[in-house]
């Protein structure tokens, strides 16, 4: 691309400029020109993605086609859908196939999880961005490559309609099915066998909530999962239950809570606490990353926007 083009497409002040900026996010790339093209800087994924956006872009203007900001943006759709089927997946030890991700925002968590060295992370956002599985993707490799010695996987459980408060459930100590969907998530991922060797082992534990009271778990990989079911006392006990050498991952969407009665939930009133420290690493989807079913990011967006008192209530 000639340097007057470039600099013209990617100065950050032209919309195409922008709109290559935001198909990278949440990574960060700074464009600016200089003498010959344009320089790019930050984080070193986004600086690859639009280096690559770039040389597509000229190779289209060499074929005719008319630099505008509908080409920029197909280009960098594109480009970043090929390089999270290719470049970007993750091919971890412990897990069978590769796992790929299908938003940079799945690439940045799972960098997180992976690479940080944050004992404290949370992952928040609406249903279908694939919180879970990426974080049970994550703990099998770091179990596997012995980062910690075991990981352990739980949930609180979530008041379903027709539900009876008993004592066991005030406890949260039943094992039933509101477990089986990370029963599912490990089937996927390594099969049903190796899960059960890994339990067998003493490598893998899926647990109730309420059976983590009193425990410490030290060199461990801990995943807590539909943290928005937990008021402000169980999440003080389930992030207390933080060891020496562990990593502690909770996951959660503050739009979806399921507790009894009026109990506030406690992951919106300890994200308000933690904002602004070092406490934790909190990653944040958002519903347009939704992958699961374009349908559900469609029905999310029609809940989010919604002005239902309940449904305010509930966030």
């Known amino acids: 691309m000639a340097a007057q ?21 949440p990574f960060r790339v700074a464009i600016s020109p200089v003498p010959g093209g344009v320089r790019l800087t930050g984080d070193e994924i986004a600086v690859s993605l639009v280096a690559e956006m770039m040389r597509r872009i000229t190779e289209a203007t060499k074929a005719g086609h008319a630099i505008n900001e509908p080409m920029v943006n197909s280009v960098a759709v594109s480009a970043v859908q090929d390089a999270l089927k290719h470049e970007l997946a993750f091919r971890l ?24 060295d944050r004992p404290l992370i ?3 956002g609406p249903t279908g961005t694939g919180k879970t599985h990426l974080a049970i ?3 099998l490799n770091l179990i596997a490559d012995k980062h910690f010695k075991s990981m352990v996987v739980t949930r609180p459980r979530g008041m379903l309609e027709g539900d009876i408060m008993t004592a066991a459930l ?4 039943v094992y039933d099915e509101q477990l089986t969907p990370i029963e599912d998530e490990l089937r996927e991922l390594i099969g049903r066998d190796e899960t059960k060797r890994l339990i067998e082992h003493g ?15 030290n060199e461990c990989f801990i995943l807590v999962d539909e943290a928005q079911n937990m008021g402000k006392k169980m999440m003080r006990m389930a992030l207390t239950r933080l060891g ?11 739009a979806q809570v399921a507790l009894s009665g009026d109990e506030p939930s406690g992951l919106p009133h300890i994200l308000k606490h933690i904002a602004g420290t070092d406490i934790a690493l909190v990653h944040q989807f958002q519903n347009h990353q939704i992958i699961r079913n374009a349908t559900v990011a469609k029905i999310e967006a029609i809940y989010s926007s919604e002005d239902d008192p309940e449904l305010r209530a509930a966030a």
């Open 5 to 25: 083009s470039a600099q013209i497409l990617f100065a950050g002040t032209d919309a195409a400029g922008h709109n290559i900026q935001r198909a990278v996010k």
């Open 93 to 116: 030890n412990g897990i069978h196939s590769a796992v790929r991700p299908m938003s940079l925002s799945q690439v940045a968590f799972m960098n997180a999880m992976l690479f940080s």
């Open 122 to 124: 949370f992952g928040i």
């Open 137 to 139: 993707a994550a703990g």
């Open 170 to 173: 005030r406890a949260e100590t």
């Open 203 to 217: 490598l893998l534990e899926i647990t109730p909530l309420g059976r983590m009271r009193g425990r410490s778990f």
């Open 244 to 254: 020496r050498g562990s990593r502690m991952v909770v996951t959660g969407d503050p």
